[in-house]
């Protein structure tokens, strides 16, 4: 069976390592991009979408102006007659307008915005720059002395619409709303020429609005990524913050209740206590015939029954109170050195009639020289008796209790009660790990106690730093191994080389 390990007391029947919380918070985190990734054609988008593009055309608001004042410069400089200077002013118009929608778009929050009519605008908007080229591409030229002026024309079209494509390219529909138009009028323009050059630049500038369309839906699809990547985020954070507050609170909640819990356990514990100290004493007197004999043997078991009854109840509370004070962090470790063999062998000894009882052998296995340990005497004594009495309860008669003291490979030393006993089955270890909690076995079994001795156990070594292996396999028996750290032993040893701890495990 594999190694079970619980560090801590834990109140809880649970499985603090939890794996199956990461595969739910991976299917959360998958349910949450499924149900973004398919937002992706929302309003909410098409807003945001909206927006980008409005504050693209108003950073780039001069970017296409200037190329229209620099086409005009230079075909005034060219010989070209005041018409081009009258359709840079009124493409210049165009883009004008286009920018002042752009400006009052990105103002405008997104939850107040339209979208299919700020989309049609926009729409409108490019057409009437397309307008502005479309005249461009109508203009001739007679008497300026530009060779190859049609070429010219197409290489200044072929610039606006590459810059158009990547400007506009959150607005689906901008490229081919602006140049549809101008590529016509140019290809109509150039149809009474056909020259090979000329025919060549019009089937470049037809390949060419297909293509630019692709890059700009590809940088349309690329914007759309990253809106749900943001929208994603926002969403993950505010789920993170969502679970940080239920967390919080939870905590809150748990520190209450624990506060709650150890003042009602501080103010009962001697209410309790009066009362149990006089029935343990008065049901001994009557159970021992201090003050003369019971005639009735009924009577006197009667108050043998009530004297374990009590001294039971009184066990539960000792060892309640001693498991609150351990999780609170307020039980006191009175630290000196001992000697971990010395104080076995008396727990031992003190069990040894309770084993004798049921026909059970307790065999001592200790190291001869064990340096001394820097810890609780108390608290050592509790832990083993708590193991061995454990064992001692569920070890069927004529069984036997193997006893081992010794030092581990890491140089600390270890105390392990191993029985051969039904052992637990590897779904109920959890359960026997926390408190109050009992296996199948114990549950069926007479002896029934109140399942606190291996949390006690955890906890009592945890405050000294040390770990509890729990090895138990079904109808073999079970193994229970206290480890204190190397920190505790007061005269260190060196630690064992690997094979030397394998073939002393397997001796074992």
């Not at 349309?220 to 913050?241: G, H, Y």
């Not at 069926?444 to 001795?453: H, M, P, V």
Request: hydrophobic fraction near 45%; proline fraction near 4%; glycine fraction near 6%.
């Amino acid at each position: 069976m594999p190694l079970q390990r619980s560090n801590t007391a834990d109140k809880f029947i649970v499985d603090r390592r939890k794996p199956h919380r990461n595969s739910d918070v991976a299917r959360a985190v998958r349910k949450t991009r499924d149900r973004l990734s398919q937002q992706a054609g929302s309003l909410d988008f098409d807003r945001e979408l909206l927006k980008l593009h409005a504050r693209t055309m108003v950073v780039s608001a001069v970017a296409i102006p200037l190329l229209v004042l620099a086409v005009a410069a230079i075909g005034r400089l060219a010989g070209l007659d005041s018409q081009i200077t009258i359709w840079a002013l009124s493409t210049l118009l165009c883009y004008t307008i286009v920018a002042f929608m752009a400006r009052r778009v990105e103002r405008t929050e997104a939850a107040e915005l339209d979208p299919a009519q700020t989309r049609r605008d926009f729409l409108i908007g490019h057409f009437l720059c397309g307008l502005g080229w479309a005249w461009f591409a109508w203009i001739g030229c007679n008497t300026c002395q530009v060779d190859q002026f049609h070429v010219a024309k197409a290489m200044v079209i072929l610039v606006a619409m590459a810059m158009t494509a990547v400007l506009a390219s959150s607005l689906g529909g901008a490229l081919f709303a602006t140049f549809a138009i101008p590529v016509a009028v140019y290809v109509y323009t150039i149809m009474h020429l056909w020259t090979p050059i000329e025919a060549t630049m019009a089937a470049l500038l037809i390949a060419a609005l297909p293509f630019f369309g692709y890059v700009a839906r590809h940088l349309n699809q690329a914007s759309l990524m990253v809106l749900s990547f943001r929208s994603e985020k926002d969403a993950l954070i505010a789920e993170v913050e969502t679970a940080k507050s239920m967390s919080d609170e939870a905590r809150r909640r748990a520190e209450d209740a624990n506060m709650a819990k150890s003042r009602f356990l501080a103010s009962m514990s001697h209410e309790l206590r009066t009362p149990l100290n006089a029935i343990l004493g008065f049901s001994e007197v009557m159970a021992n015939e201090v003050l003369g004999p019971m005639n009735n043997p009924t009577y006197r078991d009667y108050a043998h029954d009530v004297h374990e009854s009590g001294q039971h109840l009184l066990d539960l509370i000792n060892e309640i109170l001693d498991l609150s004070r351990i999780e609170a962090g307020r039980y006191q470790l009175n630290e000196e050195p001992v000697v971990l063999v010395t104080i076995v062998e008396d727990c031992c000894h003190m069990m040894e009639l309770r084993a004798r009882n049921k026909d059970i052998r307790i065999i001592q296995e200790f190291e001869e020289t064990l340096p001394r340990l820097f810890a609780d005497e108390r608290a050592v004594r509790q832990i083993t008796l708590n193991l061995l009495s454990n064992s001692i309860k569920f070890t069927p008669s004529g069984g036997e209790v193997r006893v081992r003291v010794g030092w581990t490979a890491g140089g600390g030393q270890y105390i392990s009660v191993k029985d051969n006993g039904p052992g637990i089955p590897d779904e109920e270890i959890p359960v026997v790990l926390s408190a109050f909690g009992q296996g199948s076995i114990a549950i069926k079994s007479a002896e029934q106690g109140t399942g606190l001795g291996l949390p006690i156990v955890q906890g009592l070594l945890a405050m000294h730093g040390g770990e509890f292996e729990l090895h138990s396999k079904l109808r073999e028996g079970t193994e229970a191994i206290a480890i204190f750290p190397l920190s505790r032993v007061m005269e260190e040893l060196p630690a064992l080389p690997t094979k030397a701890v394998a073939a002393t495990r397997g001796r074992r």
